[in-house]
């Protein structure tokens, strides 16, 4: 299928072409197990929308991230009623486009589909870590009746035995946080978060415990409501925007963050800031994988 003209400005056909550029954004709108707001479906059409209205000049990195190329792919919608099959038909979804070259990012939907492209990553690439940014841990053994639950996406990836950081984390169970504990998992907690002057440092010590190779998964509500109000289960605190760039900046300069999702944002009508966010967020992980290092010189594929 062709590719969709809505993402980032409208890019003209030289830089959205799927087949030439080196960045596919694929649009997941799956929500089947979120368990308080809803509405996470109409997260994928939101940050386009507001991609497209976006200006494309990145001030800090003295550039068009665009000039990469940035493709999107058409919405992939999993067939199967089963949710392990659903996440099957993502893998191969992902797979596909991994094994092509291309720097995946995956714009959900609910968290449950961070497994998917997970799985797929860790067949094209091998040895991987996670950086996980949320504001819950994920970790429940099921929730509601499924394994496969968004609050559960953290624990499938442990048993996959890739390792992981998880940063901005403030909400938790019991049995979590006992799993934690039994695992001396790290975590960069919620409160962990100030002081902002000392962040990056403690975040860089924790981050060189992982893989070379990394896949970025962020769950927008691991930013205080207060700048993204739009997801199924705001909580108190989280991240904000200029200290979290610098999370990401350091990350994608010190190792290589092979793909990524957006997950959980839920469209909120009238209000686009939270989708704004969301769009400038991938905009910058874009610019920040091509861009981001003094020495690098990208080119289109």
């Known amino acids: 299928m062709p590719s969709l003209p809505t993402n ?165 169970s019991a049995p979590e946080a006992e799993h934690i504990r039994r695992h001396r998992s790290p975590v960069l907690w919620g409160r962990d978060l100030e002081p902002a002057a000392t962040l990056e440092k403690r975040f860089a010590a924790m981050l060189k415990k992982l893989p070379k190779q990394i896949y970025l998964t962020f769950d927008i509500d691991y930013f205080d409501p207060a700048l993204v109000p739009a997801t199924g289960t705001p909580e108190p605190g989280g991240g904000s925007w200029y200290p979290t760039l610098r999370l990401l900046r350091h990350l994608f300069a010190t190792k290589e963050v092979v793909a990524m999702d957006i997950v959980e944002l839920a469209p909120l009508g009238g209000q686009p800031a939270s989708d704004f966010v969301a769009a400038k967020l991938a905009y910058k992980c874009i610019g920040y994988k091509y861009f981001g290092r003094p020495a690098a010189k990208p080119r289109r594929r």
């Open 8 to 172: 980032f400005g409208l890019l003209p056909p030289e830089l959205s072409d799927i087949k030439k550029s080196p960045v596919v954004v694929l649009p997941v709108p799956f929500e089947r197990t979120t368990s308080y707001g809803k509405g996470t479906s109409g997260g994928p059409a939101a940050l386009l929308r507001a991609s497209q209205s976006m200006e494309l000049y990145d001030d800090e990195l003295g550039c068009e991230p665009c000039e990469i190329g940035i493709a999107t792919a058409q919405p992939f919608h999993p067939e199967a009623f089963d949710m392990e099959e659903a996440m099957a038909e993502l893998d191969a979804e992902c797979h596909r486009f991994m094994e092509a070259g291309k720097f995946l990012v995956t714009v959900g939907g609910e968290h449950s589909l961070t497994i998917a492209p997970v799985r797929a990553a860790q067949r094209v690439f091998g040895d991987i870590g996670i950086v996980q940014f949320d504001a819950h841990s994920d970790l429940r053994e099921d929730f509601e009746g499924t394994p496969y639950s968004h609050a559960s996406v953290m624990r499938r990836v442990f048993e996959e035995g890739i390792p992981s950081l998880p940063v901005g984390i403030r909400s938790l």
